[in-house]
């Protein structure tokens, strides 16, 4: 063997390292990046499940959330509806509100964000290639018999009780 065989083999072996330590931690980021953001929509589906149960649940928490070994950011918004309606859904409604008091416009919006933290490497607020997950639902609040358990708890729950008489127009 020559020394230009021997320089082309070694260097013909480094580029092949490179390649492989390449792929490999490539690999390895998009693998904890799809665990980050699995971990965000968990997070996002858990918090959207208490506030749903109870909504004074999620506003008792407050700063980062850990969740195994990550700290992650939320922010809740809860938006009310407003139906625009057709002249056909219209005539409809004139003819619920003869029947019932209960308002078309009760529908609410609810958008939960998680992200990556700070401390874990993300950010303090919500921003672009941070791992997130964005939960938006779409709620009747007269529709709150989720499970069994879920209404049975909103219905020992006075608070829930007198909201719900206000909604439907009783008085409690």
Do not use: C
């Not at 971990?39 to 959207?48: F, G, I, P, S, T």
């Not at 939320?74 to 219209?90: C, G, H, K, N, Y």
């Amino acid at each position: 063997m020559t020394l230009l065989e021997v320089v082309l083999a070694v260097a013909i072996l480094a580029l092949i390292t490179a390649t492989v330590t390449g792929a490999l931690t490539y690999f390895y980021g998009s693998q904890t990046r799809q665990q980050r953001q699995l971990a965000a929509a968990e997070l996002a589906n858990r918090l959207m499940m208490m506030h749903l149960d109870d909504e004074n649940s999620v506003k008792a928490l407050r700063g980062a959330i850990a969740y195994g070994s990550d700290e992650y950011r939320f922010s809740l918004v809860e938006r009310p509806i407003q139906v625009r309606p057709t002249d056909a859904l219209r005539q409809a409604i004139q003819e619920q509100r003869r029947q019932t008091p209960v308002s078309i416009d009760r529908l609410k919006q609810i958008t939960v964000r998680v992200w990556l933290g700070e401390q874990s490497g993300g950010s303090f607020s919500i921003q672009p290639g941070v791992p997130q997950a964005i939960l938006n639902r779409l709620i009747d609040p007269l529709g709150f018999t989720r499970n069994s358990d879920s209404a049975e708890h909103k219905l020992t729950d006075p608070d829930f009780i007198s909201t719900l008489l206000e909604q439907i127009g009783a008085s409690p």
